[in-house]
């Protein structure tokens, strides 16, 4: 008989599947499930991601936080200028 798992526990599975370091066949075996049964929740997982559509909200936050990106070097230019400019005044 198949042992059901929750969402929860196959989500942290991919999570460690992809991100521990670890093989994928070692983070199956701790876990005890079976490598091909970790392996189709990984490209399950892939395979939603890449269906999921962008949201116009994180679009947004990628934008704003270019242009404060692009702000913030600016300002580090001006300083880095302005402390050799008072640098070389002594």
């Known amino acids: 008989m198949a042992h059901q798992h929750t969402e929860e ?5 991919v999570r460690l599947a992809l991100t521990s370091g670890l093989s994928r066949k ?3 075996a701790d876990l005890g499930i079976g490598f091909s049964t970790l392996s189709r ?3 399950l997982h892939r ?3 890449a269906t999921e559509a962008p949201d116009p909200d994180l679009h947004q936050e990628v934008l704003r936080l270019r242009k404060e990106n692009r702000v913030l070097k600016e300002e580090r ?3 880095k200028k302005a402390t050799v400019f ?3 005044q002594k």
């Open 47 to 49: 395979q939603s991601d």
């Open 26 to 28: 070692q983070v199956a």
């Open 9 to 13: 526990f196959r989500a942290e599975a």
């Open 86 to 88: 008072f640098a070389s």
């Open 77 to 79: 230019e001006i300083l």
């Open 41 to 43: 929740w990984v490209q």
